[in-house]
Nanobody, 129 residues
Framework: QLQLVESGGGLVQPGGSLRLSCAAS???????????IGWFRQAPGKDYEGVSC????????IYTDSVKGRFTVSRNYAKTTVYLQMTDLKPEDTAVYYCAASSAILCTSVPSQGRYDYWGQGTQVTVSS
């Protein structure tokens, strides 16, 4: 079974940047190469919010409106890691960020929680002065 691990979270001031990473964990033999990857976040007391999606090929990406122009999702060449580069961070971006994998190939809309099968444990991002 695919297991995911996120890293790169932390405390940053408003206007700052962070880069989150998502990779397959352990020696399971699974990689991210054949999975569509979604990024989600959950702020305290709120539901999961789909943030971004990247297709299997990496050619297709989608972002929720609130992060367009500030966040960039990408894959490394070997497709073993997916990144979420976050710039111009705002206090409202504070949340636990999760990556999730789906066996679907393309991204056709902002990711929906129910369409992803494998999830990481999350990494905390706090934007505060």
């Amino acid at each position: 079974q695919l297991q995911l691990v996120e890293s790169g979270g932390g405390l940053v001031q408003p206007g700052g940047s962070l880069r989150l990473s998502c990779a397959a964990s352990g020696f399971t033999g699974f990689t991210l190469a054949n999975y569509r990857i979604g990024w989600f976040r959950q702020a305290p007391g709120k539901d999961y919010e789909g943030v971004s999606c990247i297709s299997v090929s990496g050619a297709s990406t989608i972002y929720t409106d609130s992060v367009k122009g500030r966040f960039t999702v990408s894959r490394n060449y070997a497709k073993t890691t997916v990144y979420l580069q976050m710039t111009d961070l705002k206090p409202e971006d504070t949340a636990v960020y999760y990556c999730a994998a789906s066996s679907a190939i393309l991204c056709t809309s902002v990711p929906s929680q129910g369409r992803y099968d494998y999830w990481g444990q999350g990494t905390q991002v706090t934007v505060s002065s």
